[in-house]
């Protein structure tokens, strides 16, 4: 029987990105580029969880685990990251995140807006660029915000328990 360390692992890795998310947003950061990759780097995070998880769960099994067993551990420790950093996600978004997007919009907008338009060539009008920064704040949503980071979570975490548990498996059961 395997010790409930999915969760235990799921948990200190939640721990990790949470702070690092604070930390980048808190510092100021997260307009930089640092900012802007934050959620790939919390991706990429996972795979060595997920290889540590698996590789204990081999060890704790005496050196075989069947490709079954693996994908478990993996998709188990996957499904309650993505639960926990979605609750988080979606109260730092309501909280702190939503208002700094959308002041950034009000102030930074304009400014890229008119960047952007000359470089193509065109002209926009004041009333334009209103326009677009008023969508823009408008189009802001916890919802689809937690919604974009938990889909990319998923296929990620789910990605990488597939190939882990292929790399893995070891055993006359391996399958």
């Given at each position: 029987m395997l010790k409930p360390r999915?969760?235990?692992?799921?948990?200190?890795y939640c721990v990790l990105v949470i702070a690092f998310?604070?930390?980048?947003?808190?510092?100021?950061?997260?307009?930089?580029?640092?900012?802007?990759?934050s959620h790939i780097?919390?991706?990429l995070l996972m795979t060595p969880f997920i290889l540590l998880l698996v590789f204990l769960a081999r060890k704790q099994l005496g050196g075989e685990i069947a490709g079954k067993v693996a994908l478990i551990q993996g998709?188990?420790?996957?499904?309650?990251?993505?639960?926990?950093?979605?609750?988080?996600?979606y109260i730092f978004f309501q909280q702190?995140?939503?208002?700094?997007?959308?002041?950034?919009?009000?102030?930074?907008?304009?400014?890229?807006?008119?960047?952007?338009?000359?470089?193509k060539g065109k002209t926009v009008t004041p009333a334009e660029v209103d326009k677009m920064v008023k969508g823009g704040i408008e189009d802001l949503s916890a919802f689809k915000d937690?919604?974009?980071?938990?889909?990319?979570?998923?296929?990620?975490?789910?990605?990488?328990?597939?190939?882990?548990?292929?790399?893995?498996?070891?055993?006359?059961?391996?399958?």
């Open positions: 999915p969760l235990l692992f799921a948990l200190v998310k604070l930390f980048v947003f808190n510092s100021g950061m997260q307009m930089t580029k640092l900012g802007m990759y780097l919390s991706l998709l188990t420790f996957v499904l309650i990251a993505a639960i926990v950093l979605s609750i988080f996600n702190a995140l939503g208002s700094y997007i959308a002041n950034y919009i009000q102030t930074e907008g304009p400014k890229s807006i008119l960047e952007e338009a000359v470089k937690t919604t974009s980071k938990l889909f990319s979570m998923l296929m990620f975490g789910i990605f990488s328990s597939f190939v882990v548990s292929i790399f893995l498996k070891r055993g006359a059961n391996a399958r």
